[in-house]
């Protein structure tokens, strides 16, 4: 008959001390839906955390564990500097779906912390990123985040995206401890086509290649956008690439604009030198002839 009793007692001690905890803290506890943002432009949502309460933000789709980034140096809201000598912010948790959170100490007035963690997916937007920071009146328990779809579904690649950081490349694998290695292209020209490119540089990282180059097209050409490229190796290899372009990718006449040809590695016997074709609208086109992608050094730089 004694068990019960004890039970009873320690439940009643637990749900006292409850109370008193959120008493000193002082602060409302919320649940509330909190949206990613894409642009720049838009500033990073706050999420609301203290040294009482850990936070959970809970993600609608498998999230990257390894890009999750909390940036230590805070940001503030006025000129003064705040020093920080240790980590103010611990993460307790993560999981597929969900980090947890918490402050080490309450956050100072205008001090500010950024977390950030890219979905698994890749899809836009692939980055969650939002600010830390304590609140007088209220702290957040519970974050649903949301990730809306762009405003026009169907060109993606026109919506607008945070600009990259130079850890996202790391964290993401695109550049690990054996760099990236360059070579200089040659000029090309089609005279016939009213086309032409100025010398540019052939990258190859951890898992890509790439082809930056500045296309040319004659003044007394119609406007002109490149479509689809494809890089072929001299020994009849073949890689598909992704072209980038600026503004719409529409060279005016007279006008030039930067180009990337983005593709796979080649295998190790397609051989270094490739010929890039690049075909656009009208049937025109234009070809380099000597792309040449260096292999990656097999030890890291010392």
């Given at each position: 008959?004694?068990?019960?009793?004890?039970l009873a007692l320690a439940l009643a001690l637990f749900c006292g001390?409850?109370?008193?905890?959120?008493?000193?803290?002082?602060?409302?506890?919320?649940?509330?839906?909190?949206?990613v943002v894409d642009s720049d432009a838009v500033p990073l949502p706050e999420i609301?955390?203290?040294?009482?309460?850990?936070?959970?933000?809970?993600?609608?789709?498998?999230?990257?564990?390894?890009?999750?980034?909390?940036?230590?140096?805070?940001?503030?809201?006025?000129?003064?500097?705040?020093?920080?000598?240790?980590?103010?912010?611990?993460?307790?948790?993560?999981?597929?779906?969900?980090?947890?959170?918490?402050?080490?100490?309450?956050?100072?007035?205008?001090?500010?912390?950024?977390?950030?963690?890219?979905?698994?997916?890749?899809?836009?937007?692939?980055?969650?990123?939002?600010?830390?920071?304590?609140?007088?009146?209220?702290?957040?328990?519970?974050?649903?985040?949301?990730?809306?779809?762009?405003?026009?579904?169907?060109?993606?690649?026109?919506?607008?995206?945070?600009?990259?950081?130079?850890?996202?490349?790391?964290?993401?694998?695109?550049?690990?401890?054996?760099?990236?290695?360059?070579?200089?292209?040659?000029?090309?020209?089609?005279?016939?086509?009213?086309?032409?490119?100025?010398?540019?540089?052939?990258?190859?990282?951890?898992?890509?290649?790439?082809?930056?180059?500045?296309?040319?097209?004659?003044?007394?050409?119609?406007?002109?956008?490149?479509?689809?490229?494809?890089?072929?190796?001299?020994?009849?290899?073949?890689?598909?690439?992704?072209?980038?372009?600026?503004?719409?990718?529409?060279?005016?006449?007279?006008?030039?604009?930067?180009?990337?040809?983005?593709?796979?590695?080649?295998?190790?016997?397609?051989?270094?030198?490739?010929?890039?074709?690049?075909?656009?609208?009208?049937?025109?086109?234009?070809?380099?002839?000597?792309?040449?992608?260096?292999?990656?050094?097999?030890?890291?730089?010392?």
């Amino acid at each position: 008959m004694l068990q019960p009793i004890r039970l009873a007692l320690a439940l009643a001690l637990f749900c006292g001390a409850a109370p008193r905890a959120d008493a000193a803290s002082g602060r409302a506890k919320r649940e509330r839906p909190v949206a990613v943002v894409d642009s720049d432009a838009v500033p990073l949502p706050e999420i609301r955390v203290d040294k009482a309460t850990s936070t959970l933000l809970f993600f609608p789709a498998a999230i990257a564990k390894s890009t999750l980034t909390v940036d230590e140096q805070p940001r503030t809201v006025d000129k003064a500097a705040i020093p920080v000598n240790e980590s103010r912010i611990r993460v307790l948790d993560m999981g597929e779906r969900s980090i947890i959170v918490q402050a080490v100490e309450d956050l100072r007035p205008g001090e500010r912390h950024e977390l950030a963690v890219f979905f698994a997916d890749g899809r836009a937007p692939a980055r969650a990123s939002f600010v830390l920071m304590t609140d007088p009146a209220e702290v957040d328990a519970r974050i649903d985040v949301e990730r809306r779809e762009p405003p026009n579904a169907d060109c993606p690649a026109e919506a607008s995206r945070p600009s990259p950081r130079p850890e996202d490349f790391v964290l993401l694998g695109y550049v690990d401890d054996h760099g990236v290695q360059t070579e200089k292209v040659d000029e090309a020209s089609n005279a016939g086509q009213g086309l032409s490119s100025q010398p540019g540089v052939s990258y190859r990282g951890k898992g890509w290649v790439l082809v930056d180059v500045q296309i040319e097209n004659s003044a007394s050409q119609r406007p002109w956008a490149p479509r689809e490229a494809t890089l072929t190796g001299r020994r009849g290899f073949t890689l598909p690439a992704r072209l980038v372009t600026v503004d719409g990718g529409k060279i005016a006449p007279g006008k030039t604009q930067r180009v990337l040809a983005v593709a796979v590695p080649p295998p190790p016997d397609a051989g270094p030198d490739f010929v890039l074709q690049i075909r656009g609208e009208g049937g025109r086109g234009l070809t380099i002839p000597r792309v040449r992608f260096q292999e990656l050094l097999t030890e890291p730089h010392p």
